[in-house]
């Protein structure tokens, strides 16, 4: 049997909560869980009438496979949801201030904490573009939605939206309702001659591995080598995207609160932006703190991105901007204005997103705004 199916069989038959880990010749589980693992022959019926024996992975103590009553949904969105965990803690250890604000809106608000969104940053060439991180979420029940383009940053986007089929009406953070899921490419064929040859060399040496490039985000990993530091260099004069998205490849590049959802005072983005700037933390102010949609219904705002030590291939570190912590509230849409607070759900919010809004938003890793937070 292939590793990759093997890896999907112990994952999906690991305990709730669990994690396991393969080497590349051998299954060895690691379960939080207290729980033992082992494994009973199982019969599979061929065409050609033959059988085969096979092992499938079963905690002990647990029923009979027949008699498990887990639906492939649940099953589906646990493991889904452990994909997004492992993503979110890669970016919580890279993001010193989205970790101290998430933690701060807990001990004020409680835990009501809820994802609007979370963003990737690809290069739109040979497979690595929008889809080759879009292809994970669709495959998991997410709908594509609109096209966003920034002209002037050679960028597009599209967002998706979360299945119904994987909501929880309970719980909140990566446990609660799924966020939407907004992934933009750059478009390398309009960049000059050298910062194109600059992304094919990276994105060549990558291959098929953008096919897998949740799996990237999950670790943390670039699907390329160590970027040499002229060669970032020489991509952020031209495009600081490109610069980015060299040295931090699939990784989560912002999280969003939603600030609607909270329970205390800071749910109005207003007071939110307060009590963050209040505790010491820079906004980016391009255009305004606050980002308005024309329809006044959406309202946006980020922390000026962190920076970490990078070390490159040639030997040189250097401080290279990381990602960042976003809050948006969505506002009732005007038929539903008459609804008591209780009465209103997330679909009779404003939905989407605006590209004002979101050109604005890119530069929270912009060198003017980090410079600006120095």
């Not at 949801?81 to 701060?104: C, G, H, Q």
Request: glycine share 6%; charged share 20%.
């Amino acid at each position: 049997m292939e590793a990759s199916k093997i890896s999907a069989i112990l994952q999906l038959c690991a305990p709730a909560g669990s994690r396991s880990r393969l080497s590349n010749h051998c299954m060895a589980s690691s379960f939080s869980s207290s729980a033992s693992v082992k494994c009973f022959p199982m019969k599979v019926q061929f065409r050609q009438k033959s059988t085969k024996r096979r092992s499938s992975c079963v905690a002990s103590g647990s029923p009979k496979m027949d008699d498990l009553t887990y639906s492939s949904a649940h099953t589906s969105g646990s493991f889904f949801r452990s994909v997004l965990s492992s993503m979110e803690k890669v970016y919580l250890s890279r993001n010193p201030t989205a970790k101290a604000i998430l933690d701060l809106v807990r001990a004020h608000d409680g835990d009501h904490i809820c994802y609007d969104h979370f963003a990737f940053r690809t290069f739109g060439i040979d497979g690595h573009g929008i889809h080759s991180m879009a292809n994970f979420f669709t495959d998991f029940g997410y709908t594509q939605r609109d096209e966003l383009r920034f002209p002037a940053k050679k960028l597009k986007a599209f967002w998706f939206s979360p299945p119904d089929t994987l909501q929880s009406a309970s719980g909140t953070g990566i446990d609660g309702p799924l966020p939407r899921i907004f992934i933009s490419e750059l478009l390398v064929d309009e960049l000059s001659s050298k910062a194109q040859e600059i992304i094919r060399k990276y994105t060549n040496i990558s291959g098929h591995a953008s096919k897998h490039a949740a799996l990237g985000s999950a670790l943390g990993c670039l699907t390329w080598g160590l970027p040499l530091y002229t060669d970032y260099q020489e991509l952020s004069r031209e495009s600081e995207y490109a610069a980015w998205t060299l040295v931090n490849g699939y990784s989560l590049n912002h999280a969003t609160i939603s600030t609607h959802r909270l329970k205390s005072g800071i749910r109005d983005i207003h007071s939110l932006n307060n009590f963050v700037e209040d505790n010491g933390f820079k906004l980016n102010s391009e255009g305004g703190v606050l980002k308005v949609s024309p329809d006044g219904l959406l309202l946006q705002s980020s922390t000026v991105a962190d920076s970490r030590p990078f070390h490159f291939a040639d030997g040189t570190v250097e401080s290279v901007p990381c990602c960042y912590i976003e809050f948006a509230e969505r506002l009732v849409l005007a038929p539903y204005k008459g609804l008591a607070e209780e009465e209103i759900k997330e679909f009779h919010r404003r939905d989407g997103f605006e590209v004002g809004n979101a050109d604005k938003i890119f530069e929270s890793t912009s060198k003017d705004q980090l410079n600006k937070a120095c």
